[in-house]
């Protein structure tokens, strides 16, 4: 099964909002609603963001959420912080009862 | 506080093993799915293997099933991986984490396995 399609990098401007796209099929984004969002900075863990399509686990800033239309699932940050620059994977439940991601996005906050 | 600590990682020649152990605290291990992840130097995240509450389910990414078994042992709040054939695209930072609808919520700090001789 091939990776999620995610952008390689996005850039924005401190206080401004950016999307990052991330493209599967129906047989994971398309088809079921358990999409995530990991956060990861350089030598870090990564940190749950999304879960569930667009539900905030506790203790995450308002300033992300996320949506799905159609086989594609997007990451929204709004309010851009220089602490968001990091980067950002996406990941899918499969039709196979595994769990997929995708290559990563770095969003860089010029 | 939640907290998850991978241990066992190393290196290892290549066709060699490794057995990864994960300690659980701060929540009812046994009332969570669990899963590994590794993420190789540089790379994306990649999924590994998760098991179910009491270990009776528990599935495989393709590149690792027959090499890789996953265990738990909730008396001992413990998940283990055991890693046997490795090769070097083994070679990776190795996490556990606690299931939520196939999302983890909570990550250990990881472990790294080199796989080289």
């Known amino acids: 099964q091939s990776a999620l399609t995610q952008p390689a990098s996005v850039s924005g401007s401190p206080g401004q909002s950016i999307t990052i796209s991330c493209t599967g099929t129906s047989s994971d984004v398309g088809g079921y609603n358990h999409v995530s969002w990991y956060q990861q900075h350089p030598d870090k863990a990564p940190k749950l963001m999304i879960y569930?399509?667009?539900n905030r686990p506790s203790g995450v800033s308002n300033r992300f959420s996320g949506s799905k239309s159609g086989n594609t699932a997007s990451l929204t940050i709004s309010g851009l912080q220089t602490e968001d620059e990091a980067d950002y994977y996406c990941s899918s439940y499969t039709s196979s009862y595994t769990v997929i991601f995708g290559g990563g996005t770095r969003l860089t906050v010029l | 506080e939640v907290q998850l600590v991978e241990s066992g990682g190393g290196l290892v020649q290549p066709g060699g093993s490794l057995r990864l152990s994960c300690a659980a605290s701060g929540f009812t291990f046994s009332s969570y799915w669990m899963h590994w992840f590794r993420q190789a130097p540089g790379k994306g995240l990649v999924w590994v293997s998760r098991t179910n509450r009491d270990g009776s389910s528990i599935k495989y990414a393709d590149y690792v099933r027959g090499r890789f078994t996953t265990s738990r042992d909730n008396a001992k709040n413990t998940l283990h991986l055991q890693m046997n054939s490795l090769g070097a695209e083994d070679t990776a930072v190795y996490y556990c984490?606690?299931?939520?609808?196939?999302?983890?919520?909570?990550w250990g700090q990881g472990t790294l396995v080199t796989v080289s001789s």
């Open positions: 569930d399509v667009s």
């Open positions: 984490a606690r299931d939520i609808n196939s999302g983890a919520d909570c």
